[in-house]
C-alpha cells in the first residue's frame, strides 16, 4: 500500500516537474521567437529603405571635374550609403535595352543628363532628413533636377510606426502571459507541497531555510526550461538561414546572443520570484486553511 502511494507521489511530482519545464519552454520560446522577429524586421526595413534611391542630375555644363568633386563629397557624407555615377551614354543604352528602339539615333542627339544614384543610410531615409539632404544639395548650381519616391518614403516609414506600434503591444502582452503561465505552473507544484512546508515551519524550521530548496529546484527546472528554447531557437535560426540566406539571419550574432541570453534570464527570473511568492504564501497560511 505504501509502496504503491509513493509510486503514485513521485509519478505526480515528475509530472508537476514536466509541466513546470514544459511552460517554461513553450512560453520563452515564443517570446524568444517574437525578440527575434523584431531584430529581423528592423533589418528588413532597414534594407528597404536603402534601397530607395535619390538621382541628381546635372546639367550639360557640369565638366568631368564638378561630377568628380561630387563623387568625393558623397564619399565622405555622412547620409550617403552608396552611389553610383551613371554617364547620360550609359542611361541612353538602358533606356534602349528597355524599350528596344535607338531613341537617340532617333532624334539626332541624346536628352538625357549624367547622373549618381545615391542609397541613403536608413536612419537618412525620413520625412525630414531627407528635405534637408535635398536642400542641401540644390545649392549646388551645376545641380539641374533631384528625383525620389516622396510617396513611397513616407509610406514606407508610417507603416514602420504602425508596425513598431504593434509589436511592442504584442511583445507587452506576451511577457505578461509569460508571466502568468510560469507563475501557476509553479504555484500548482508548490502546491501540493504545502503540508511539508507547513509541517517544516511548525518544527521550528526558519523560511528563509524551508524557501531555499523549492526556490533551488524552480530555478533549476527554468534553467532546463530556458535551455530547451535556446536550443529550440537556434534550430530555427540555422533552418532559416539554410534556407533563405539572402536574409542574412545569423550576422546579427551579438543581438541574437542578447536575445538568447534575455531568455535565458527571464527564465531564470520568473521562476525564482515566482516560487519565492508561492511559498511565502503558504507560510503565512494558517494550517486550517492549508484543507
Same mark, same amino acid.
Given at each position: ?162 508596425? $513598431?506600434?504593434?509589436?511592442?503591444? %504584442?511583445?507587452?502582452? &506576451? /511577457?505578461? =502571459? *509569460?508571466? #502568468?503561465?510560469?507563475?501557476?505552473? @509553479? ?30 529546484? $524552480?530555478?533549476?527546472?527554468?534553467? %532546463?526550461?530556458?535551455? &530547451? /528554447?535556446? =536550443? *529550440?531557437? #537556434?534550430?530555427?535560426?540555422?533552418? @532559416? ?51
Amino acid at each position: 500500500m505504501s509502496s504503491s502511494y509513493d509510486k503514485f507521489q513521485k509519478r505526480r511530482l515528475i509530472s508537476s516537474y514536466f509541466s513546470v519545464v514544459l511552460s517554461v519552454f513553450l512560453v520563452l520560446f515564443l517570446l524568444g521567437m517574437l525578440g527575434l522577429f523584431i531584430i529581423n524586421s528592423k533589418k528588413l526595413a532597414d534594407d528597404f529603405k536603402e534601397n530607395i534611391a535619390m538621382t541628381v542630375f546635372f546639367k550639360n555644363e557640369a565638366n568631368d571635374t564638378i561630377l568628380k568633386s561630387f563623387g568625393t563629397e558623397l564619399k565622405t557624407a555622412k547620409f550617403a550609403k552608396s552611389f553610383v555615377y551613371v554617364t547620360k551614354e550609359s542611361a541612353a543604352k538602358q533606356h534602349t535595352d528597355i524599350i528596344g528602339e535607338d531613341f537617340v539615333t532617333f532624334l539626332g542627339e541624346n536628352p538625357l543628363q549624367n547622373s549618381f544614384d545615391i542609397h541613403l543610410k536608413a536612419d537618412y531615409v525620413e520625412r525630414d532628413s531627407i528635405s534637408k539632404i535635398e536642400s542641401r544639395l540644390r545649392k549646388n548650381a551645376m545641380i539641374s533636377d533631384i528625383v525620389y519616391d516622396k510617396q513611397l518614403v513616407n509610406l514606407v516609414n508610417d507603416n514602420i510606426k504602425k508596425v $513598431s506600434m504593434w509589436i511592442l503591444i %504584442i511583445s507587452g502582452f &506576451l /511577457a505578461v =502571459i *509569460a508571466v #502568468l503561465l510560469i507563475n501557476s505552473s @509553479l504555484r500548482l507544484s508548490i502546491h501540493s507541497n504545502r503540508f511539508i512546508i507547513k509541517t517544516m515551519q511548525m518544527v521550528g524550521a526558519t523560511k528563509a531555510f524551508i524557501r531555499k530548496p523549492f526556490v533551488m529546484r $524552480s530555478i533549476r527546472l527554468g534553467m %532546463i526550461g530556458s535551455g &530547451l /528554447a535556446i =536550443i *529550440a531557437l #537556434l534550430a530555427v535560426l540555422i533552418y @532559416l538561414d539554410s534556407n533563405f540566406p539572402n536574409l542574412g539571419i545569423l550576422n546579427d550574432k551579438l543581438l541574437i546572443g542578447l536575445v538568447l541570453l534575455s531568455v535565458f534570464g527571464i527564465g531564470i527570473l520568473i521562476t525564482w520570484l515566482s516560487t519565492y511568492f508561492a511559498t511565502q504564501r503558504f507560510l503565512n497560511l494558517r494550517t486550517d486553511d492549508l484543507y
